[in-house]
T-cell receptor
Framework: NAGVMQNPRHLVRRRGQEARLRCSPM?????VYWYRQLPEEGLKFMVY????????ESGMPKERFSAEFPKEGPSILRIQQVVRGDSAAYFC??????????????FGPGTRLTVL | KNEVEQSPQNLTAQEGEFITINCSYS?????LHWLQQHPGGGIVSLFM???GKKKHGRLIATINIQEKHSSLHITASHPRDSAVYIC?????????????FGKGTKLSVKP
């Protein structure tokens, strides 16, 4: 019973390159959440997705960041033209469909992005 | 002022001690989460609660909705409990993923 999987675990990019972070939710989970943890700061919500649908993207920066969760395959967080300030740990979490009022989230191990 | 405040920021304890970590929040919430972040960075969800008290092994979480306060207790602490403990809330009207996080409490348990 695999947990939430993220890859790569570590990603190094030069300024101006693109970063693609992948998240495979737990089996049976159809909801995915992305969070960012900047160095020495707390976690911040970025985006909440269902398959083929963005539910809440209120935490996403307005430019360069996008997320998708296609019908088949993992969820992708894409950062275009990375800058040094994008260096952070990016965590994905997943939960089952809302059949109960409050769904527990299960977290992946994170992707640590370093921008040189 | 942050919407979610945790205290203390850092905590050092001797093995076997009873530990309490506090979380206060200023918004109306529909749920509160306690998370554990290991030294390696991985995050584990410990509890999700909206009222009362939950217990899992040596961990106990309580919440007082009227006082907007939650506590995480660890009984008979052990060095393997050393981690950062994070409180997060989901505010009324917010989506279930839109959590507001505290800055965490770094716990170190000495043998």
């Amino acid at each position: 019973n695999a947990g939430v999987m993220q890859n790569p675990r570590h990603l190094v990019r030069r300024r101006g390159q693109e970063a693609r972070l992948r998240c495979s939710p737990m089996k049976g989970h159809s909801h995915v959440y992305w969070y960012r943890q900047l160095p020495e700061e707390g976690l911040k919500f970025m985006v909440y997705l269902q398959k083929e649908n963005i539910i809440d993207e209120s935490g996403m920066p307005k430019e360069r960041f996008s997320a998708e969760f296609p019908k088949e395959g993992p969820s992708i967080l894409r950062i275009q033209q990375v800058v040094r300030g994008d260096s952070a740990a990016y965590f994905c979490a997943s939960s089952p469909p809302p059949g109960v009022p409050y769904n527990e989230q299960f977290f992946g191990p994170g992707t640590r992005l370093t921008v040189l | 002022k942050n919407e979610v405040e945790q205290s203390p920021q850092n905590l050092t304890a001797q093995e076997g001690e009873f530990i309490t970590i506090n979380c206060s929040y200023s918004v109306g919430i529909s749920a509160l989460h306690w998370l554990q972040q290991h030294p390696g960075g991985g995050i584990v969800s410990l509890f999700m609660l909206s009222s009362g008290k939950k217990k899992h092994g040596r961990l106990i979480a309580t919440i007082n909705i009227q006082e907007k306060h939650s506590s995480l207790h660890i009984t008979a602490s052990h060095p393997r409990d050393s981690a950062v403990y994070i409180c997060a809330v989901r505010s009324y009207g917010g989506s279930q993923g839109n959590l507001i996080f505290g800055k965490g409490t770094k716990l170190s348990v000495k043998p």
